[in-house]
């Protein structure tokens, strides 16, 4: 956000930046259309007042500010392009006045139904809602996904060139629930990316997790009585709320079973279990809600002895039911079937579930798991090495042929 001999913005100035910057270019957008101009000029006025805030400190009105700088520096470029005079009457017309609407925190929501829209790859409504929602830099989201600038340049501005002729409204009541659906799932994968890395050498990206929890609140805040909202955010809390405890001081992979429980932030698990509890009474209860239920009833067990895994897969089954199951939800299954009526059952379980996760390294983890509590230890080890063979994860795959040399001495 500093321009080149610029000093850092103070941290309180950062964060008033990140907390007004959807905010301002939702509005900017709703006011002008042209959003890739208008993102633009947002940064220009983000860029001003990183350079002026901290001396002069902030302004009375912070989003107002940002709004009229970055309003004006927009119908600035307006008046600049080549259809001069067609666009200097659209400027004219659109020159911001104190007497027009002041913007709402409805514009964020608004701007998370546009960056989410269905004509988007999921990877570029992902790319496209960290820049424009959670004000990441390029940078910063290429070095999340660990993909090189250029790709995620290429993703935000293919996405751009789609939205360019899209009205930027709330989304109607036929395509509503839809369009919540779509925003709701790309908030999960920025969280599941951040929570456990599909790649590379960490397993957990804290700045993707926090944005993606940071992205829920502002969401839940518009939409209070929705109860994916609510389901979603208890989920990413309960599964957050045990990240200290996931890696050792090597920074290897320690499993749930054998996590240090010391470590798990209560404050995350008391707020999720309430949320939880909400989102249960908020119909219809969807799998946000049930995956959030299993993760209260993990973190509600004072030990791994503890856990009411009959309960688990109660919620597993409702998690399951339809013929559009997720296959990551019916893996879950497995493994609670075989914690409640042995491993056997888990292996049978798992063969029907193979042709939708071939070669899969999670299924193959679970298969060895399963195996070496059967006795079955040749097996086991072969199903740890090819578990380890299909993870991109460093960490992941040490642990699995940990597990494999283990079994072999």
Known sequence: MDEAGAGPPEPGTEDLLRHHAPQVLGAVVRRYGHFDAAEDAVQEALLAAARQWPESGAPANPRGWLIRVASRRLTDRLRADEARERRERTAVRLEPRETRAAPSDDDTLTLLFLCCDPAL?????????????????????ARAHLVPEATIAQRISRAK??????????????????????????LYLIFNEGYTATSGPALHRADLAREAIRLTRSVRRLLPHEGAVTGLLALMLLTEARSAARTGPLGELVPLDAQDRALWDSAAIAEGTALVEEALGQAPVGPYQLQAAIAALHDEAADAG????????????????????????????????????????????????????????????????????????????????????????????????????????
Do not use: C
Request: overall charge neutral; proline content about 7%; cysteine-free.
């Open 121 to 141: 790859t999921p990877p570029a409504r992902i790319a496209l809602t960290l820049r424009a929602v959670g004000g990441l830099t390029t940078a910063e989201i």
């Open 306 to 409: 503890d856990t009411d895994w009959p309960q688990i897969l109660a919620l597993y089954d409702l998690l399951v039911a339809g013929p559009a199951a997720d296959p990551m939800a019916e893996l879950g299954r497995v493994v609670a079937l075989a914690m409640v009526d042995g491993p056997e059952a888990g292996l049978t379980e798992l063969s029907a579930l193979e042709p939708r996760l071939k070669n899969h390294h999670r299924l193959e983890a679970v298969r060895a798991h399963l195996l070496e509590r059967t006795g079955a230890t040749e097996a086991a080890r072969r199903a740890y090495e090819s578990a380890a063979r299909h993870t991109l994860s460093l960490p992941e795959r040490h642990y699995l042929l940990t597990r494999a040399a283990r079994l072999t001495s």
């Open 161 to 186: 060139q789609k939205l360019r002729d899209h009205s930027f409204r709330p989304p109607g009541p036929d395509d509503r629930d839809a369009r919540l659906a779509a925003v709701l799932q790309v």
